[in-house]
């Protein structure tokens, strides 16, 4: 069900974006905007701003940005309908039927169901685990884990009886029919018709979203000859794998003020510290991170330390992980305790002090790819060692910042004791073209840049601010002058809602263009931006005779700055390195680069005649 897209526009003219803002943050007036110190990230300077007649915020420090909407969805926490209910409340405008939506709505009714049936299974348990007879020995193992009731209560742990059909007796008993038992993955379909309960004599570990509904389940084996130590819920319409992290609804506040998680592998590992008092952890929920999980811990916060368990196992998950962490610009620390510790036992054992110690000196990622690779091989000879280089490499490849890179490097040659300079340089040079470690190297080469450049940056603010050359540039526009750059969804989406005479605002274009979280925030940016450039005054009257021609050939001119800008900066890089070949390539694109830029500017001026 949604709300109708006409009530939705209502809404937000009548809300008034600074009014609902205010209702959370201190917005001081300045000049067409307020300001506030940023309530998403630390800061002691106001870069938070919101813009009344653009009905958007935008945060300079963490470029947030969006609608009111967006707003109250990030600090409440809530999704979109619900954020609609929500500003409709504050302003008392009454809340319209929701209507229905075909297919889309086939789906959300599933994926409701679903949910629905595991909040009974998941209520159900719960009361097993308290007060069933068979639950004792599940109460005793929790004991033993000094897992408090509290505890169990915040986590809504469970106990699943050891039964083939009491949890889909109970369901029935609720009203569900056998079709939705099936959907819900709670059971396992038989060959010859009719179902079983998936999870028996297990105790149940509810994974919630992040609005505290449970979309599955981990069940952990009580019975010593059970073959699966733990098993989980299949994928359903509510559930898809590698897309939650276990334990972030309950810990963002904490990551997000301590500006860092720690990223643990099992639903113990998570609940332990809870109770005694670490709360910025989240599991992987299965060994391996997925770059969907990277991604979701990347809005909360831009460092993780890794803590896997010591073992062969762990430390395979470990830097797989490292790796998926770095191609989302995460700074990755490990920490790995001592005799192979998962932190569920470390902080029974040892407290909680000790755990934090050991944690505030956490390994850089380099360090902990680097000692793994030296481990149980032998330096003095030459194949085993170029082995380890081989393992090391990619690690360095993977790492964004130049500066680090290098320090990175320098570090592994020095750990490896590789002294020939020529060889050193060789490596260098391997790490930015690709030889080196396929696997990690390529997700990185293929990766999209971060920010936008200079030029479409300007190209966009351009066509947000200057509604009357709007149509005439995007005629001017090649799918080639956009195509390979970050906002080309933004450019697309320009064009089609240009071409259907639709209202363009930050709604609009972030629905056309099906931006995730990071390209919204990037065209709240740009409307930000925009605004306040193009409409000071003297850029204004500069900018009065601006035709659709200039705006063209300067943003494709600009687009070849920009190269150009990236290419001096890899000619420094390669001449640090003393690489000759690699100059000489850089200056035979750098010599195209002008050319192509000299013969725009000549064809601007022909076509303005
Ligand atoms: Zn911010």
């Known amino acids: 069900m949604r709300y109708p897209q006409t009530f939705i526009d209502d809404l937000k ?143 809504r742990l469970g106990y699943a009886p050891d039964s083939w059909d009491a949890l889909s007796i109970y369901l029935r008993q609720k009203g569900a029919t056998q079709q939705q038992i099936e959907r819900s993955g709670l059971v396992v379909k038989k060959d010859e018709g009719g179902s079983y309960d998936r999870f028996r004599c297990r105790l149940m570990f509810p994974v919630l979203d992040v609005q505290g509904r449970a979309i599955a389940f981990g069940g952990r084996a009580l019975k010593a000859d059970e073959t699966a130590k733990y098993i989980n819920s299949p994928e359903t319409t509510a559930y898809v794998k590698g897309r939650n992290l276990f334990g972030l609804n309950i810990n963002r506040d904490e990551i997000r003020r301590q500006g860092f998680a720690i990223l643990v592998e099992g639903f113990l590992d ?68 001592p005799d192979n510790a998962d932190p569920d036992e470390f902080i029974r054992k040892f407290g909680v002090t000790e755990y934090q110690r050991r944690r505030a000196q956490a390994q850089p990622h380099i360090q902990f790819v680097i000692e793994n690779a030296l481990r149980d091989r032998n330096l003095h000879r030459p194949a085993e060692k170029a082995e380890a280089v081989e393992e090391v490499l990619p690690y360095i490849k993977a790492v964004n910042s130049r500066i680090q890179k290098r320090e990175y490097f320098d570090m592994a040659m020095d750990s490896l004791r590789i002294t020939d300079a020529a060889l050193r340089r060789e490596l260098w040079q391997s790490l930015k073209q690709g030889s080196a470690g396929a696997g990690i190297g390529q997700s990185v080469i293929r990766r999209r840049p971060k920010k936008p450049t200079i030029a479409e940056q300007r190209l966009l603010e351009l066509l947000f601010a200057k509604e009357n050359l709007r149509e005439a540039i995007l005629a001017m526009l090649e799918p080639s002058d956009y195509e390979d750059l970050l906002t080309a969804e933004i450019f697309k989406a320009f064009i089609e809602l240009t071409r259907t005479g639709e209202t363009i605002d930050f709604e609009s274009l972030r629905a056309k263009a099906d931006a995730d979280d990071s390209l919204s925030d990037v065209i709240a940016g740009l409307l930000f931006d925009g605004s306040a450039r193009w409409d000071t005054r003297e850029l204004h009257a500069a900018n009065q005779n601006l035709t659709p021609e200039d705006c063209v050939f300067g943003f494709r001119v600009m687009k070849i700055q920009d190269q150009l800008e990236q290419l001096n900066s890899e000619f420094a890089e390669a001449e640090q390195a003393r690489d000759s070949e690699r100059l000489e390539a850089l200056s035979i694109k750098h010599l195209a680069l002008t050319r192509r830029r000299n013969e725009l500017a000549l064809e601007q001026t022909s076509s303005t005649k």
């Open 13 to 155: 003219r009548q809300a008034e974006i600074v009014r609902v803002i205010q209702d959370y943050v201190q917005l001081k007036k300045k000049g067409a905007n307020w300001m506030a110190c940023c309530p998403f990230h630390k800061e002691k300077t106001p870069s938070f701003s919101v813009s009344p007649t653009k009905e958007i915020f935008y945060c300079f420090g963490c470029h947030k940005g969006g609608s009111v909407f967006n707003f109250v969805m990030e600090i409440e926490r809530v999704s979109f309908p619900e954020a609609i209910r929500i500003v409709a409340d504050k302003i008392g405008m009454p809340l319209p039927k929701m209507i229905d939506d075909g297919r889309f709505e086939a789906r959300r009714q599933e994926s409701d169901e679903v949910v629905q049936l595991n909040g009974w299974a998941m209520e159900w348990w719960q009361q097993q685990l308290e007060s069933s007879n068979e639950a004792r020995f599940a109460r005793e193992y929790l004991v033993k884990r000094e897992i408090s009731e509290e505890t169990q209560k915040t986590f």
């Open 270 to 337: 998570l609940i332990v510290p809870y109770q005694f008092g670490v709360r910025n952890l989240v599991a992987s929920l299965g060994t391996a991170l997925t770059a969907e999980q990277a991604k979701l811990l990347s809005r909360f916060a831009r460092k993780v330390v890794v803590n896997y368990d010591g073992d062969r196992a762990g430390v395979q998950a470990a830097k797989k992980s490292i790796e998926i962490l770095l191609a989302e610009d995460l700074e990755v620390k490990v920490l790995v305790l």
